[in-house]
């Protein structure tokens, strides 16, 4: 059995420099809209991670 985290997508980036999360990962990191996220770069890697904001 395949965990999320196990699973890579290939995602677009559009003309205005914008991707999308895909619903796997939302449901597995329980995002929602209107919810914020941290992009950090690590090497040639992006991370996104859910962010709380109080």
Do not use: C, N, W
């Not at 449901?27 to 809209?33: A, E, F, S």
């Not at 209107?34 to 690590?42: F, L, N, P, R």
Request: hydrophobic fraction near 40%; proline fraction near 2%.
């Amino acid at each position: 059995m395949k965990y999320v985290s196990d699973v890579e997508q290939l995602i677009k980036i559009t003309s205005a420099g914008t991707i999308s999360i895909p619903k796997d990962f939302r449901r597995y990191l329980d995002l929602q809209k209107g919810d914020y996220v941290k992009v950090t770069v690590e090497g040639d890697r992006l991370v996104v991670k859910k962010a709380m904001i109080s």
